[in-house]
């Protein structure tokens, strides 16, 4: 494909000329040309700058796998990271974090080369330049149950990690999967508002990770999910009715509840009349930024599956 057909609109800043404006200021402020309040003035409007395009890189998606995506942006020099939904004819932009204007870009390509695309699990495309700028494109599919998911990614051909991008793509597979089999919710979005509700109490919410051991390894996927059933309400029972329990994926569990004080009970998961072990950690959440930490185990222990 040429690189001439892959078009997007220019932002009215980019990443680069905010650097060099953040460059010249520097170097203005070290060689004396800017005073001290011009320097103030400087930053208070970088500063605005920055937000600006903060607010402006992702969506509005506050969901985790939202948070996922936007995550690999910044972590692997992504522009967009995109996931196109297929169900029969019909496709819709499914989730995205990052300068939608890239996506026109994303689907000539998926057009031009579908049968690459859909043949494989990863591949990738570019470099292009797209109105100068150098970017090279990522693609991940996968068929889970009676659709299709296309994941790309608009990122850095020099410093882009392909293995990131594999992880990322994994990590929302199973978060895709978990919602299908498990009628899972919207769990960040719902743990965010649970903590919350007793934050703005100045009350504290106790967290806790269960990671279930090896049930791939010893169950089919019907036992498994069957499995994923009785963990749930043996959590459920242990933690009591006011307790919220959010189940991530087969294996892995969110329990909060407002007993600060149940973090050291203990719990016996049983199934097919064995003991299952697991990794339990516990969590006492007083604002909202320490739910940042469940994600971080959650996240790891979905990274190692």
């Not at 402006?56 to 910044?74: E, K, L, Q, T, V």
């Not at 692997?76 to 026109?104: D, M, P, Q, W």
Request: proline content about 1%; hydrophobic content about 40%; charged content about 25%.
């Amino acid at each position: 494909m040429r690189q001439k057909t892959l078009e997007v609109q220019k932002a009215d800043m980019n990443n680069r000329e905010l650097i060099l404006s953040i460059r010249d200021s520097i170097k203005s402020i070290l060689d004396g040309t800017m005073n001290a309040d011009e320097a103030e003035d400087t930053y208070l409007k970088l500063e605005k700058t920055c937000i600006d395009i903060e607010n402006a890189s992702h969506s509005s998606d506050a969901s985790h796998m939202g948070r996922i995506i936007y995550s690999h942006n910044i972590d692997n020099f992504a522009k967009l990271t995109a996931v196109i939904k297929k169900t029969g004819s019909i496709s819709e932009l499914f989730r995205y974090s990052g300068n939608i204007k890239f996506v026109s870009a994303i689907k000539e390509i998926i057009a031009a080369e579908e049968n690459v695309i859909t043949g494989t699990s990863f591949c990738e495309f570019g470099p292009y330049k797209i109105n100068g700028t150098p970017c090279k494109f990522f693609f991940n599919y996968a068929k889970i149950d009676a659709a299709e998911y296309i994941t790309a990614s608009v990122v850095s051909p020099q410093y882009a990690d392909s293995q990131k991008f594999n992880e990322m793509t994994g990590m929302l597979r199973r978060h895709i999967s978990a919602e299908i089999n498990f009628d899972s919710i919207d769990y960040y979005k719902s743990a965010r508002e649970y903590a919350a509700a007793f934050a703005d109490q100045g009350e504290k919410t106790a967290a806790s990770v269960f990671i279930i051991d090896g049930l791939d390894e010893r169950f089919n996927l019907n036992e498994i999910i069957d499995a994923s059933r009785k963990i749930q309400d043996k959590l459920k029972a242990t933690y009591g009715d006011k307790a919220a329990v959010i189940v991530i994926s087969y294996n892995v569990y969110l329990v909060l509840r407002h007993n600060t004080n149940s973090n050291a009970k203990s719990v016996s998961i049983d199934y097919d009349n064995s003991s299952l072990k697991y990794a339990k950690h516990d969590f006492i959440l007083s604002q909202a930024g320490d739910l940042d930490n469940v994600w971080k185990i959650i996240d790891l222990s979905l990274c190692s599956e």
